[in-house]
């Protein structure tokens, strides 16, 4: 990283960080392309790894491509406000982003796909006792990003 001074390394701020975001986007090979696709997520961080959960179609362009190329690229960022300048080049911006690679793959059990629902629902509405009725479950592909590598930057 070239601006270490911006660089995010604490953990607890990491976690923070992690719960602003409500977007992340996915960067999947396409042949030699990217295709790049916005995707509400939620997030475990255990003791030594950190899971991004997202949710889509059990059929599709991301579902074949997950499923043909599972190496994986993400980013997630936070616009917080315009710093205001004298000069053009005197602008800047106080945000946070964390940009990172995984490998992806589709969830398969049960529960590891309730677990990873209740992780996007608890992204989203910051509650995590959620009922999921069964069949929606069964109807739902649920993917799974284990990072690999993970940068956290942020001007505040």
């Not at 392309?33 to 997030?43: H, N, Q």
């Not at 491509?65 to 917080?80: A, N």
């Not at 945000?95 to 690679?101: A, C, H, K, R």
């Not at 590891?112 to 479950?137: C, H, P, R, Y």
Request: hydrophobic share 35%.
């Amino acid at each position: 990283m070239r601006r270490k001074d911006r660089e995010i390394t604490d953990r607890e701020k990491i976690l923070k960080i992690l719960e602003e975001f409500k977007c992340c986007r996915i960067g999947i090979n396409d042949g030699g392309k990217v295709y790049i696709v916005p995707v509400s997520f939620g997030f475990v961080w255990d003791n030594n790894n950190i899971f991004l959960y997202f949710h889509g179609a059990n059929a599709g362009r991301k579902y074949d491509l997950i499923s043909r190329s599972p190496q994986v690229g993400f980013e997630m960022d936070t616009f917080k406000e315009l710093v205001i300048s004298d000069k053009a080049c005197g602008y800047t911006a106080k945000y946070s982003s964390i940009v990172g690679e995984g490998k992806a793959e589709i969830v398969k059990t049960y529960d590891e796909k309730i677990a990873g629902l209740t992780a996007i629902m608890k992204q989203n509405t910051g509650k995590n006792n959620w009922e999921f009725d069964e069949k929606s479950v069964l109807d739902v592909c649920v993917f799974k990003i284990t990072v690999e590598d993970m940068t956290c930057k942020a001007n505040e």
